[in-house]
């Protein structure tokens, strides 16, 4: 039969499945520049999702990243938003918007990890030691920032709070869940899922950074209010995400108010 083995059929061979199965999700070259910050506490307790609790410090972080090669798709940008949290002991980072590039990245992130992606033109540039970026969508530029990558932080103690609450990578928590058809519930109910992404770098620095965060109804970014810039970490280098574990369910009633990470807010 014609195409019974082409590649690009709509049904897979057992042969393409077994070829496909157990490859690593890599990064390539990872080229991005991560800000940390600490806004208020009573932001963080507002916008973490139960079972999830604030961690020891309102600490923010957010980064702009270019990806030219990755094990699963063409090359592409992206940037992320996390707050700091805790379940049973263990911290980790909450994703609350993940901009990307390309469709496809955007629909693994999404579909498999609970990633809240978002297609968005995506910038940025590295030229004699400073690091440019933006991020915009409906035609906001919701984020720009700035790092000038001189092995310094803005904060005398950005390092030790990186260090001590960070390290050299922690866990992100993320939910995934489906809406059903009828628009008044869920299919798949509201649960808690761990990741963890490998970071391997062969180029670090640390930044002094600025970031100016603009106001928007879809993108709402500004509402981690700047308490406390600490500054940023400039990284090259080959990233692996891990297989994530599945943790609890969570009521659904009580997740309603947290379930719009992935859509846009058009009112009427």
């Known amino acids: 039969m014609k195409g019974e083995n082409c590649m690009g059929s709509f049904v897979k061979s057992l042969d393409q499945l077994k070829a496909m199965g157990g490859t690593p999700t890599t990064f390539f070259d990872a080229e991005m520049l991560t800000v940390y910050w600490e ?6 307790e507002r916008i973490l999702p139960k079972p999830l609790k604030p961690g020891p410090v309102p600490l923010v972080n957010a980064f702009i990243a270019n990806y030219p090669r990755t094990s699963f798709c063409p090359p592409y940008k992206e940037a992320g938003l996390f707050i700091l949290a805790e379940n049973n002991g263990v911290l980790g980072n909450y994703c609350l918007s993940m901009p990307i590039t ?3 990245a955007m629909a693994m992130g999404r579909e498999i990890c609970g990633l809240p992606k978002k ?3 995506i910038t940025m540039k590295v030229e004699n030691g400073v690091f440019t970026g933006a991020i915009a969508r409906n035609g906001i530029e919701f984020v720009s920032l700035e790092g000038n990558i001189t092995g310094s932080m803005n904060e005398e103690d950005g390092r030790e709070v990186i260090e001590k609450y960070i390290g050299t990578g922690i866990p992100m928590y993320n939910i995934k869940y489906s809406k059903n058809v009828e628009g008044s519930g869920f299919d798949l109910l509201p649960t808690l899922v761990r990741q963890k992404l490998d970071y391997h770098n062969k180029i670090e620095g640390f930044s002094e950074c600025d970031i100016k ?3 928007s109804p879809h993108d709402p970014w500004a509402e981690l209010q700047i308490v406390r810039m600490l500054g940023g970490i400039y990284t090259v280098g080959d990233n692996v995400l891990r297989q994530g574990e599945t943790l609890e369910k969570i009521n ?11 859509w846009d807010w058009w009112l009427k």
Do not use: C, N, R
Not at 39 to 44: C, D, G, Q, S, Y
Not at 252 to 262: A, I, T
């Open 252 to 262: 659904p009633m009580e997740f309603v108010p947290y379930s719009f990470l992935k």
């Open 213 to 215: 965060l603009v106001d």
């Open 39 to 44: 806004t208020k506490p009573e932001i963080i």
């Open 102 to 104: 390309d469709g496809q």
């Open 119 to 121: 297609m968005a033109d």
